[in-house]
């Protein structure tokens, strides 16, 4: 976790370690880099309550230096990782890491809901469990590949409409991660996607079509561990104001085995609800209310 510590002009909350009397610094500093950016942060460790869940001796990071764009301007004032430990600074674990490693957890899963619902800006982080409301039918379980990202594999096709496409036939890896807004789709796929969807690319960069014709475009789905997972034009069509685009982007970052790789982002977890296991190193998925 990073906790920004400089804000002196903003509104973000901070973090004072004088107060805290469980409090320790390891003085280890490290360089992490955000796209175009890049800030220093210490590492420390202290104890990390979210609502009723305490952690004990939790490391996380404190910045030490950053460049005021863009976070200042985020409304958030740090990063909760829930990754892997061999995917952060040091080998760091994660909170639920942490708590399965102190044999703390009532149940070693976490969950996450996003609204479909385009006039909610909403969503849930569930520690320790699940939330039935918020999902229907059967949680299906997919085995994690690779213990770095929350990775899957596809090793079956994937159809447009009633039509198989011949993608990952031979096989593709996806990262379920909350923290991309878009999907990604693996880029060699691109121009057939493209072309199923009937989406332009405008001068902005922006794969758009036409509003009127959204709903007689084809369900994309994906078929993961035998499992199907469609995703239907109301999915991955954004609509702002009457102008709508497609809710993807190109991924170009290849996976270790060298099989295409895909991001499911948000315009995938809005539709279906995700459990984390991470005792067991497996993914849920079921259809969100």
Same mark, same amino acid.
């Given at each position: 976790m990073v906790d920004w510590k400089e804000f002196e002009q903003s509104n973000h909350n901070k973090f004072n370690p004088s107060q805290s009397s +469980?409090?320790? #610094? #390891?003085?280890?500093? %490290?360089t992490l880099s955000y796209d175009f950016v890049s800030l220093v942060v210490v590492l420390v460790f202290d104890t990390m309550t979210v609502q009723n869940i305490v952690t004990d001796?939790?490391?996380?990071?404190? /910045?030490?230096?950053?460049? /005021? @764009?863009? =976070? %200042? @301007?985020l409304d958030f004032d740090g990063i909760l990782g829930m990754a892997y430990p061999s995917l952060a600074v040091g080998g760091t674990p994660t909170v639920m890491q942490s708590r399965?490693?102190?044999?703390?957890?009532?149940?070693?899963? =976490?969950? =996450? @809901?996003?609204?479909?619902?385009? &006039?909610?800006? %909403?969503?849930?982080? &569930?520690?320790?469990?699940?939330d039935t409301q918020l999902y229907s039918g059967q949680i299906v379980w997919i085995l994690v590949t690779r213990e770095m990202y929350w990775q899957l594999v596809i090793r079956n096709k994937c159809a447009i409409g009633d039509q198989a496409t011949g993608w990952c036939s031979q096989g593709c890896q996806a990262i379920v991660d909350m923290g991309t807004f878009l999907l990604a789709v693996s880029q060699q796929y691109m121009t057939s996607f493209l072309q /199923? +969807?009937?989406? !332009?690319?405008?001068? #902005?960069?922006? =794969?758009?079509?036409?509003?009127? /014709?959204? !709903?007689?475009m084809p369900t994309i789905t994906f078929i993961i561990s035998g499992s199907h997972f469609p995703l239907p034009p109301s999915a991955y069509v954004l609509n702002n104001n009457s102008y709508c685009m497609l809710g993807i982007e190109a991924s170009y970052l290849p996976s270790s085995?060298?099989?295409?790789?895909? &991001?499911?982002? #948000?315009?995938?977890?809005?539709?279906y609800y995700s459990v984390f296991d991470v005792a067991n190193n497996h993914v849920g998925f079921a259809l969100s209310t």
């Open positions: +469980t409090f320790r #610094n #390891n003085g280890q500093t %490290y001796n939790q490391e996380f990071g404190l /910045s030490e230096s950053e460049p /005021s @764009y863009p =976070f %200042y @301007y399965l490693q102190q044999d703390q957890l009532t149940q070693p899963l =976490f969950s =996450f @809901y996003f609204s479909r619902q385009p &006039i909610y800006q %909403y969503g849930e982080l &569930i520690l320790e469990g699940v /199923s +969807t009937g989406a !332009q690319e405008n001068e #902005n960069g922006d =794969f758009v079509v036409n509003c009127d /014709s959204v !709903q007689s085995s060298g099989e295409p790789l895909w &991001i499911l982002g #948000n315009v995938f977890l809005k539709e």
